[in-house]
């Protein structure tokens, strides 16, 4: 069956498409159903079936003769080190972690904070909380202590899993001390935390309350898989939404079991025994859906990489490890492959690996221009497929299904809709407009399983802020259009949401903290076009009257505080101050205005604006910090 008798069989019986997918899963009990709508719009799947995801991601593979393989390959460029696990050790290692876990009191549907670098045991800690049905909720090593505290008293762990370092180029990042300090802040204290001691850092434990990793199993029964309800949360990962309360999407086990299963063969062609990479971050939902889950789901080697793709030694790493770990597909951000191209613009680095076995190049996290594909393309000789999805989602929604059919690439879209997705592009009043025409991208109800249900906690907040907009569909944020072919481009978000190094981060996040700052009356973040990181946050800062302190020196503060209090990952290094903000007549900021001046875009003066010479005053300013660039 090629692509489109795929997706016609979805669309035909989606109940029956579902259901047979779900063969390829070991239930412990099957479920009667795949969908269950009985509280729509709020849909769930396979809720009635009993599962495990532990089970389906390593025992399973064992039992079936997979023990030698190798399950986690870790690549540290950073440490100078390899290391192989496999499944066989993986099973041992996440069955005595869930024990410990579980002599101290963790049981089903206790939530656990993981906080670590990427090194294997961050997997084994996610697996090990799957496999006694705790539900673990991953935190980016790269935000600071206030975004944990934020998290914890959040999902309310009764534990937290951390390392006690990380390692950034140049860097150590000290977590412990971060995660004492987000305890501190938290209202919400942890009954316990789990501290894997690295070698370049032992962190001190605070007595009774920390456990040393190897101190913690010791003499302990290891866990059997205990299964779950197939709507049972395996995990809450908090993405930004426009506040700076971070949204905590829920993941139900049944659904995500089943639809990575689908994805891992029929999108990224990987099957048992193939090596398949997804060089990103277990903090981020490609790390969960495609660094941990997806692949070992599917009984193949995954890679676990601490590096960069430049300076971890050099723009070759990559495909070293693609070279060396014979990598059938692929999978980073276009910003990392923009890296790369700068400091190896005719690809001699990639001349000097034997890529033989890879056999595709898979992108997503921002939008993949045309140039970095095609230096691929040119340089790679495999297809480079760019796909579309979210955090929300944790599989992608639009992609070129090179496990089906390899359909022809269109630089600069993702391709066609996956299975499960009936996307819409619609105009204001939520009617779908005509091919080629820009829109909002909504996708009709129900979404596909393996996406989410609600958010933690937050059903309004989750029905508010994804289904009340367009009644029938879910609302992606992002806005595009659909070509005649039926290919899709996705062209911005329709909210405060910036891509910072296929980083997803909140301006209003940042607005909130800069405006915290106390000579800081008012302010704005936006989001301007980056070479590199394709976009960088930027802030105008309006200083209280009276306030007569050099502006460079708030600037700077107001730069050491995002980093503060997000963390160094929000980037943010660029703000000036300014006089006023440019506002409509009922006080809305123009941030989009103030975008396409920066980038030096066409633009119109909006009918609604209060005062147009504040414009202006906005366009030297912006001068003053060297835009628009070109
Ligand atoms: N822990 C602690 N700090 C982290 C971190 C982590 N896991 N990840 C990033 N940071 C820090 C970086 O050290 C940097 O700090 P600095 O301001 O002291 O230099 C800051 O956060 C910004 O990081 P980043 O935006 O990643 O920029 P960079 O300059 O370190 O690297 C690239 C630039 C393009 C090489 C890099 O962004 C990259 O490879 N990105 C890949 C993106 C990716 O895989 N995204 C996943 C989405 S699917
Ligand atoms: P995240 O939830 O961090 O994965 O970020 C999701 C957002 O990143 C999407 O809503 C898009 O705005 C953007 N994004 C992800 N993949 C792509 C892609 N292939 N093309 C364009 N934008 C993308």
């Known amino acids: 069956m090629g692509y489109k008798e795929v997706y016609s069989a979805w669309q035909a019986d989606p109940e029956k498409f579902w259901m047979d997918a779900a063969e390829k899963i070991d239930w412990d009990e099957k479920p009667s159903k795949a969908l269950f709508d009985g509280n729509a719009p709020l849909y769930e799947w396979f809720s ?52 410990a876990l579980k002599m101290r009191g963790v049981e089903k549907g206790d939530r656990v904070i993981i906080y670590m670098p990427m090194i294997p045991e961050a997997l084994e800690a996610m697996l090990a909380c799957a496999r006694i049905g705790a539900v673990h909720s991953v935190v980016f090593g790269g935000f600071a202590a206030h975004e944990l505290a934020v998290r914890i008293d959040d999902c309310t762990p009764k534990a937290i899993i951390a390392a006690s370092c990380g390692l950034e180029p140049g860097r150590t990042v000290h977590y412990k001390p971060l995660l004492d300090e987000a305890i501190e802040q938290a209202e919400h204290k942890p009954e316990f935390c789990v501290i894997f001691q690295r070698e370049q850092e032992v962190a001190k434990l605070i007595e009774g309350r920390d456990f040393s990793w190897h101190g913690f199993q010791y003499g302990v029964k290891p866990a059997e898989c205990v299964p779950v309800e197939g709507n049972h949360p395996v995990y809450i990962l908090y993405t930004s939404g426009t506040t700076g309360q971070p949204k905590g999407v829920v993941r139900h086990t049944g659904g995500h079991l089943v639809a990575l299963q689908w994805s891992m063969k029929n999108i990224y062609n990987i099957e048992a025994g193939d090596r398949f990479w997804a060089a990103s971050d277990v903090g981020w939902v490609v790390g969960h859906s495609y660094i941990c889950y997806g692949p070992l789901i599917a009984g193949a080697t995954t890679v676990v990489f601490e590096g960069k793709p430049i300076g971890t030694p050099h723009p070759g790493v990559f495909w070293r490890i693609i070279q060396n770990n014979r990598i059938k597909s692929f999978f980073t951000a276009p910003t990392a492959l923009r890296a790369i191209k700068r400091e190896d613009p005719n690809g001699e680095w990639i001349k000097r690996y034997a890529l033989h076995d890879l056999q ?14 095609e230096w691929a393309q040119k340089h790679l000789g495999v297809p480079v497929v760019d796909h579309w999805w979210q955090t929300e989602t944790g599989w992608a929604i639009a992609a070129n299904p090179i496990g089906i059919e390899e359909l022809p690439t269109k630089v600069g879209s993702p391709s066609v809709p996956m299975p499960g997705y009936d996307i819409q592009v619609l105009d204001e009043g939520g009617h779908p407009v005509e091919a080629g025409q820009l829109g909002a991208i909504a996708i009709k109800l129900p979404l596909p399983p393996g996406t989410l249900p609600t958010l933690w906690n937050a059903e309004a907040r989750f029905k508010k802020s994804y289904l009340e907009q367009f009644p029938g569909y879910y609302e992606t944020g992002d806005a595009g259009y659909v070509d005649e072919d039926g290919y899709l481009y996705i062209m911005a978000r329709t909210d405060d949401v910036i891509n910072v190094a296929g980083h997803r981060l909140s301006t209003g996040a940042m607005e909130e903290v800069l405006a915290g700052h106390p000579d800081v009356a008012e302010c704005a973040v936006i989001g301007v076009a980056d070479d590199l990181k394709g976009q960088t946050p930027m802030g105008f800062l309006c200083l209280n009257s009276g306030c007569n302190r050099p502006h460079g020196e708030v600037v700077k503060e107001c730069v050491s505080r995002v980093r503060e209090q997000i963390g160094p990952v929000a980037a943010f290094k660029l703000a000036t101050v300014v006089d006023r903000l440019p506002k409509t007549r009922s006080g809305k900021i123009l941030r989009a205005t103030m975008v396409k001046i920066a980038d030096g875009q066409d633009w119109k003066m909006p009918a609604t604006i209060d005062d147009p010479a504040i414009l202006d005053e906005i366009t030297e300013a912006l001068k003053g910090l060297g835009y628009p660039k070109k």
Not at 360 to 373: H, I, M, N, Q, Y
């Open 48 to 99: 009635d079936g009993m599962v495990n995801t532990c089970w389906n991601a390593v025992d399973r593979h064992v039992e079936q003769g997979r023990g030698d393989q190798i399950a986690i390959m870790h690549e540290s460029p950073i440490t100078h080190s390899t290391k192989g696990i496999t499944y066989k050790e993986l099973q041992t290692r996440v069955a005595s972690l869930a024990g």
């Open 360 to 373: 595709a190049l898979f992108l997503a996290g921002e939008r993949a221009d045309p140039a970095t594909v």
